[in-house]
């Protein structure tokens, strides 16, 4: 058998992703049409982020959004904990490899993967809980630019 059960579970895996990332912009993008704006529709941001287009409201239907903010919390640590699991067992598949050869092959594969996946959750993170105390507009900008370009 193969690592992760074939090409089954990576089509099953695939779906998964693709449909929770579906469903999570749906939810977002209709909760955002939704919200009444009473302070104009400019965004003075780089990007046109959910919180900032939050302080438009005029309404507290934003605690909509606090909701929809728990349900993509909820899929980004449920993903999170599947990615940390999945390598696990890679790398426990990877040190049973009797060649050093054969493991530094596949390590070799698997660290620059690891790269762009700690590059993407470090985005994430700091995109959205970063500190308040430590935001500036040019900070927001590099920021909303990197995440733009790792997403």
């Known amino acids: 058998g193969t690592l992760l059960g074939g090409s089954r579970a990576c089509v099953q895996m695939a779906a998964a992703a693709w449909g929770s990332s579906l469903l999570n912009a749906l939810l977002h993008t209709a ?4 919200i009444p704006l ?3 529709n400019a965004v003075g941001h780089f990007f046109c982020e959910i ?3 939050l302080k438009l409201s005029c309404s507290h ?3 909509r959004e606090v909701g929809v903010v728990v349900v993509s919390v909820g899929l980004f640590f449920a ?3 599947f990615i940390v699991l999945s390598y696990v067992q890679i790398f426990k598949a990877v040190l049973r490899i009797p060649s050093e050869q054969g493991r530094h092959k596949a390590f070799s594969m698997c660290l620059p993967h690891l790269a762009v996946v700690s ?3 470090s985005t994430v993170l700091f995109a959205y809980l970063k500190l308040p105390s430590i935001s500036s507009p040019s900070l927001d900008v590099v920021v909303a630019v990197l995440y ?3 997403h």
């Open 31 to 34: 909760n955002t049409f939704s």
């Open 38 to 40: 009473c302070q104009g």
């Open 51 to 53: 919180p900032h287009i």
């Open 61 to 63: 239907s934003y605690l």
């Open 79 to 81: 993903c999170f904990i």
């Open 119 to 121: 590059l993407f959750v």
């Open 148 to 150: 733009a370009v790792v």
